[in-house]
């Protein structure tokens, strides 16, 4: 019985004696082993919101106008950001491209920071891809004969 408890004792006492140094060595080590790479920096600059002047020219209307349009039945009762229902005194910025709305002070914020809606991700900056092409027509009358 001594002898087994005294075997037990030594295990207890190695094991802890071995956890101890290596996490002791581990931290010691780690900040020169990891080389840190700042991701949220990175992130940052490539995803830019909407600027200030921009954002002003998106319209905003009352929630008593929108109840009033015959649209109001496909919109929601609610903003998606907050999730507060919609109340009569209401103000709502209605975004171009997708046409979602959301109350100012919620998605204002929001697209400082995001080029996108919070629903579909659509930009509500007008793309490149939008704009029409002219496509050049050779004038008639100039051909090889």
Not at 2 to 15: D, E, K, P
Not at 31 to 41: D, F, T
Not at 65 to 90: F, H
Request: aromatic letters at 6%; hydrophobic letters at 40%.
């Amino acid at each position: 019985m001594a002898i087994t408890l005294g075997i037990l004792l030594f295990i207890i006492t190695v094991s802890t004696l071995i956890s101890f140094l290596c996490t002791r060595s581990g931290s010691q080590l780690l900040p020169s082993r990891i080389r840190r790479i700042p991701v949220a920096e990175e992130t940052r600059d490539f995803e830019r919101g909407i600027d200030e002047a921009t954002l002003t020219t998106y319209p905003k209307v009352a929630y008593v106008e929108v109840m009033a349009s015959p649209e109001q039945e496909t919109m929601g009762a609610c903003c998606s950001i907050c999730l507060a229902d919609y109340r009569a005194s209401d103000v709502l910025r209605r975004l171009p491209e997708c046409g979602h709305l959301f109350h100012v002070g919620c998605v204002d914020p929001w697209l400082r920071q995001h080029p996108t809606c919070p629903v579909c991700r659509t930009s509500p900056l007008p793309s490149p891809a939008a704009t029409p092409m002219v496509v050049g027509v050779p004038p008639s009358g100039t051909g090889t004969a």
